[in-house]
């Protein structure tokens, strides 16, 4: 009998965008931020905001960063939902609600931040709001700065669901 690992999280790396195998959506992403000229960011960003999340460049004990901003078609507000995604007091950030898939997620993060952007497949079981779910997605995570030579710099993540179920 074949069996599986309860997680998987893979780095693809982005050749895997060059060449098409990415979701069409991520992919046209990436090129229009690869693509962007000094100070057109911000401006690049506009039509993909809805998937986005982003968050801060500081990763705390080397947690992923907190997350300001989550896109109403982002896939962490469809996995967490809606009341996770626009909490009443977001006083020091949003985190993940899954402590073993927030600390899966440092590396893409912390590669992002030293200048690669992070494109990789996860497959795992996540809890949310005492349901077992097994999600299986792709996700690039790309570090910016809003205007050139910014001292700023943020995160952009942009995660695509593929299969989602609920198993408990």
């Not at 050749?15 to 401006?43: M, N, T, V």
């Not at 950030?93 to 030293?114: I, W």
Request: aromatic share 10%; glycine share 8%; hydrophobic share 35%.
């Amino acid at each position: 009998m074949l069996t599986r690992p309860n997680a998987l999280f893979s780095e693809i790396g982005t050749k895997a965008i060059d060449q098409g195998l990415a979701d069409p959506r991520l992919s046209a992403f990436y090129d229009s931020i690869l693509s962007a000229g000094s100070g057109e960011i911000q401006e690049r960003l506009k039509p993909y905001l809805p998937h986005l999340s982003l968050c801060s460049d500081r990763m705390p004990d080397g947690a992923p960063p907190p997350i300001f901003y989550v896109g109403k078609d982002s896939g962490q507000r469809t996995l967490f939902g809606e009341d996770w995604a626009s909490p009443s007091s977001p006083a020091s950030g949003l985190r993940t609600p899954d402590e073993d898939l927030e600390q899966a997620s440092a590396e893409g993060y912390r590669k992002a931040l030293a200048g690669t952007p992070y494109y990789g497949y996860a497959r795992t079981p996540v809890q949310v709001n005492g349901e077992i779910y097994e999600v299986a997605f792709e996700r690039l995570i790309v570090a910016l700065r809003p205007v050139p030579y910014s001292p700023v710099r943020f995160c952009a993540y942009f995660g695509v669901i593929q299969d989602l179920r609920r198993t408990s």
